[in-house]
């Protein structure tokens, strides 16, 4: 055991009796699941009558049973595997007569048939359904038998649980609507008490009628934002959601309504200096707003207020970086400003609908003192600004959706490469001139631009680059442009990515400029080629390490040994972009990196203090940092170049 002997070292450690045995013998005070008799008593009040006959399973040390009984609820019976207990309670409730505690193991009952009226469960099937295998099922099948077993036809199965996505799915495939019974669902979550828990109170009434085919219905207390529904709407919400033919309805239902107690709970509170993103999903899973609630020290100005972002905007360092955000705050004269992206991919049709769309949720992230108010809605004058979708499709593999559209910023107009899988992320972009077409001499991606500086004043003879990671093919074509000597080799393991680079980016192939379908791991390995630049600008799949550039194959040993083995001997650079805001993540990258460079010169470069992308260059050789040339800088086609060249003053060399 662990945690002052009330946790197992393993969760399948709550489905044996040894556990238990240990668990009461250690603990002798009443041990209250899910809330005390304070907590639960509307619920089980409601549903149970004093003449009921009432069976508790796996009643544990709990004061729920004597709660029931003095609150005129005689007839119960509570059973519990574990011996210790049954006997510590018989002790303990001996002057609540009519009262009976029996040993039994709750998969197998001893009771007759059709005995009970209400059969209670406080905790008991959660530390049955301890994970989601096959042979937990089996016994979690086993008992949900014996449940209907015994109760008469009318009862009811009362059920307290934290309501895991698999065990509610368990339970409402084992309760079916279409099988006789009807699930009403509640919660007993309590948001004074600033817990994130959202413990469900789950009633199910056996009735005789059946249905010919599976169909799942649930009558919820609760909206889709957790708050407690009056009477009134109880109806009309059972008709909105929670019906058809399978559980998925009524566990997104759940799982929204405890995603917003979360955030309710934890944004109860203005805390100067937070910075959170979140994301709010359409009724089929998509995102389609991103939230950032941004606090600011300043206790004149008002609680809370809402920013709509229009479209085009949303890479302004105001909506983006995070000192932006707060001076955006300032300027709104806000303590907490919620920062509102609209994402691409989805419809929407002008300003006041979608401040009416975001009204709705706004005050799940307003701290506690202005949930009850009206939270000002504020945006850039009258407009959603102009967004256009010009093409979507599908990428390979299960990397899922793409999307091209065009937006109009500062009177200019831009084309954008979006995954769907993320996006509040721009995989591309590019300024498109007067006629349409692709402006390919001006990087809109500072960290691009970070790239051809260092570059530029890293080394000075550039024959040969190797790109892995086209995207929009930018970065490979603006080598051509501002290093017109060298050759460019690019590298894309997505053919629909080079598709869409040649259609909507007017990247254009020749001589110097060769694009080939690959892995880029396995190209470099194997080829014998030389490069004076190797790029890694590639995307990682995985968002569960933290690092969002590159994937962490890339950043192995072994692999930069083999990158570091392909580039020229003097002035060989490798460049990378690293996107991670996980110190973690960032730290062992820079560790691997320095083991295999570790013996040259290593930069690092961050287009601004804000942004999460880093660029690394390491060299192999005379590395040094040099006067960018000025041919370069009458041609390099980014921003004012003032702005460009200051970033070879941020140009940190690394000591690993």
């Known amino acids: 055991m662990s945690g002052e002997g009330l946790l197992p070292l393993d969760k399948d450690g709550f489905r044996t009796r040894q556990y238990w045995e240990k668990f009461f013998k250690n603990r002798k005070s009443a041990f209250e699941w899910y809330g005390g008799w304070s907590e639960l008593r509307p619920f089980l009040r409601n549903e149970i009558s004093n003449e009921d006959k009432v069976l508790i399973v796996g009643c544990g040390n709990s004061d729920l049973s004597a709660n029931l009984y003095d609150a005129g609820v005689h007839g119960i019976t509570n059973i519990d595997f574990s011996e210790r207990v049954i006997r510590d309670m018989r002790r303990k409730c001996r002057e609540q007569t009519g009262m009976s505690w029996e040993v039994m193991d709750m998969t197998c009952m001893r009771f007759e048939s059709g005995v009970f009226n209400v059969v209670v469960d406080k905790g008991a099937l959660d530390a049955l359904a301890s994970s989601d295998s096959d042979s937990v099922l089996h016994e979690v099948n086993k008992f949900f038998d014996e449940v209907k077993r015994v109760l008469q036809a009318g009862g009811k199965y009362i059920c307290m649980s934290l309501g895991q996505d698999y065990l509610l799915k368990w339970l409402l495939e084992g309760f079916p609507t279409s099988g006789g019974f009807l699930t009403e669902i509640s919660t007993s979550a309590d948001l004074s008490t ?29 909206d889709q934002t957790g708050k407690v529904l009056n009477k009134n709407t109880h109806k009309e919400l059972r008709k909105m959601v929670v019906a058809g033919p399978t559980t998925d309805p009524i566990v997104a239902h759940v799982n929204r309504a405890r995603t917003a107690h979360r955030i309710r709970s934890s944004l109860g509170c203005i805390t100067p200096g937070r910075l959170e993103e979140y994301e709010l999903r359409d009724h089929d899973g998509r995102v389609r707003f991103s939230l950032t609630v941004v606090d600011v020290n300043s206790l ?89 979708e010009v093409h979507q499709g599908l990428l390979l593999g299960d990397m899922g959706e793409f999307l091209i559209e065009e937006v109009e910023v500062a009177e200019s107009q831009y084309r954008r490469l979006i995954f769907l899988n993320n996006p509040s992320v721009i995989q591309s972009e590019a300024r498109l001139a007067q006629d349409g077409s692709v402006d390919s001499k001006h990087l809109c ?92 600008d590639v995307d990682n799949k995985d968002t569960s390490i933290g690092m969002s550039c590159p994937p962490p194959a890339f950043v192995s040993v072994g692999f930069l040994k083999e990158l570091r083995d392909k580039l020229t001997a003097g002035e060989g650079l490798m460049v990378m972009n690293v996107a991670t805001r996980s110190k973690d993540a960032l730290d062992s990258c820079l560790e691997n990196v320095g083991r295999v460079f570790g013996k040259e010169l290593l930069f690092k470069l961050k287009p601004s203090a804000d942004d999460v992308n880093m660029v690394l260059f390491a060299g192999r050789g005379n590395t040094k940092l040099r006067a960018v040339p000025v041919g370069l800088r009458e041609t390099i086609g980014v921003k004012a170049w003032e702005d460009t060249i200051a970033m070879v003053e941020d140009l940190e060399s690394l000591t690993l």
Not at 331 to 347: A, S, Y
Not at 350 to 356: A, P, Q
Not at 481 to 505: I, T, W
Request: with cysteine; aromatic share 10%; proline share 4%.
């Open 194 to 222: 600033g817990s994130e828990y959202f413990p469900l109170v789950i009633s199910i009434v056996k009735q005789a009628m059946k249905l010919p085919r599976v169909f799942f219905n649930a009558k919820f207390s609760f």
């Open 300 to 388: 004149e100005a008002a609680p809370c207020g809402v920013f709509i972002v229009p479209h085009g905007r949303e890479r302004d360092w105001m909506f983006q970086n995070g000192e932006g955000m707060v001076d955006l705050a300032g300027n709104c004269n806000v303590q907490r400003l919620i920062v509102v992206k609209m994402m691409p991919g989805c419809e929407f049709i002008g300003l006041n609908e979608v401040k009416d769309e975001v009204s709705a949720t706004v005050p799940n992230f307003a701290p506690k003192v202005s949930r009850s108010d009206r939270i000002p809605i504020m945006s850039l004058g009258s407009s959603l600004g102009s967004r256009k």
């Open 445 to 536: 991606f500072e960290y691009h631009q970070a790239m051809l500086t260092g570059v530029a004043s890293l080394i000075q003879r550039i024959e040969r680059v190797l790109v892995v990671g086209l995207g929009g093919g930018a970065l490979a074509t603006a080598f051509g442009h501002f290093f017109p000597n060298c050759s460019v080799e690019v590298v894309e393991l997505d053919e629909h990515v080079v598709g869409v680079a040649r259609k909507y980016f007017d990247l254009k192939e020749s001589e110097k400029l060769k694009v080939s379908i690959g892995d880029g791991l396995e190209a470099i390995a194997s080829t014998s080629d030389l490069f004076d630049v190797i790029v890694i």
